[in-house]
T-cell receptor, first 111, second 113 residues
Framework: DAKTTQPTSMDCAEGRAANLPCNHSTISGNEYVYWYRQIHSQGPQYIIH???NNETNEMASLIITEDRKSSTLILPHATLRDTAVYYC????????????FGPGTRLSVLP | EPEVTQTPSHQVTQMGQEVILRCVPISNHLYFYWYRQILGQKVEFLVSFYNNEISEKSEIFDDQFSVERPDGSNFTLKIRSTKLEDSAMYFC???????????FGPGTRLTVT
């Protein structure tokens, strides 16, 4: 699986959009970009995934650059409960493929 | 889609003892995974399990670990002789539709004393 690079930490004001970047310059053509988050010691929570097109769901939006070498997760209106470690992972499809978690970005949403 | 549930939420055991951690799917799923997270460290893959067989396993998953689905529903991770360094959060996950996302349970905190 391709490696990803994320900032170690970020702050965001409550109510503002949180934009979390991720670089994955060695991504392969069949690899998806996934975002998970982990609040304290809870299980990783799936947020969103995409291949080429931008994606949006009830939690977040995922913007993938045209060359697919980087992406941005957008939390449109961050709340205190969004404080967590956010993981960007690239992974080929398939049930046998596990997720390789890096250190992620620690997002602190400030009141 | 719902995740899985895990029992117990916290297990304390003495070094050398056997422990069994359980993962309870909400509905019928075929693909399951175990991950662990030592305090302050990354989430690490242990093993994937499909149709009652191990599909993939990591270097961490050595002979003291085993997985099975004894009654066709619960999915278990057994550690035969626990060591201090086995203290960690253990997360079960199930495969999502199409082999894409995985959904994680809340975890079992294992403390080996």
């Amino acid at each position: 699986d391709a490696k990803t690079t994320q900032p170690t930490s970020m702050d965001c004001a409550e109510g503002r959009a949180a934009n979390l970047p991720c670089n994955h310059s060695t991504i392969s053509g069949n690899e998806y970009v996934y975002w998970y988050r982990q609040i304290h010691s809870q299980g990783p929570q799936y947020i969103i995934h995409g291949l080429k097109n931008n994606e949006t769901n009830e939690m977040a939006s995922l913007i993938i650059t045209e060359d697919r070498k980087s992406s941005t997760l957008i939390l449109p209106h961050a709340t205190l409960r969004d404080t967590a470690v956010y993981y960007c992972i690239v992974r080929a499809p398939g049930y046998g493929q596990n997720f390789v978690f890096g250190p992620g970005t620690r997002l602190s949403v400030l009141p | 889609e719902p995740e899985v549930t895990q029992t117990p939420s916290h297990q304390v055991t003495q070094m050398g003892q056997e422990v069994i951690l359980r993962c309870v799917p909400i509905s019928n799923h075929l693909y399951f995974y175990w991950y662990r997270q030592i305090l302050g460290q990354k989430v690490e893959f242990l093993v994937s399990f499909y149709n009652n067989e191990i599909s993939e396993k990591s270097e961490i998953f050595d002979d003291q670990f085993s997985v099975e689905r004894p009654d066709g529903s619960n999915f278990t991770l057994k550690i035969r002789s626990t060591k201090l360094e086995d203290s960690a959060m253990y997360f079960c996950a199930r495969g999502g539709q199409g082999g894409l996302e995985q959904y994680f349970g809340p975890g079992t905190r294992l403390t080996v004393t």
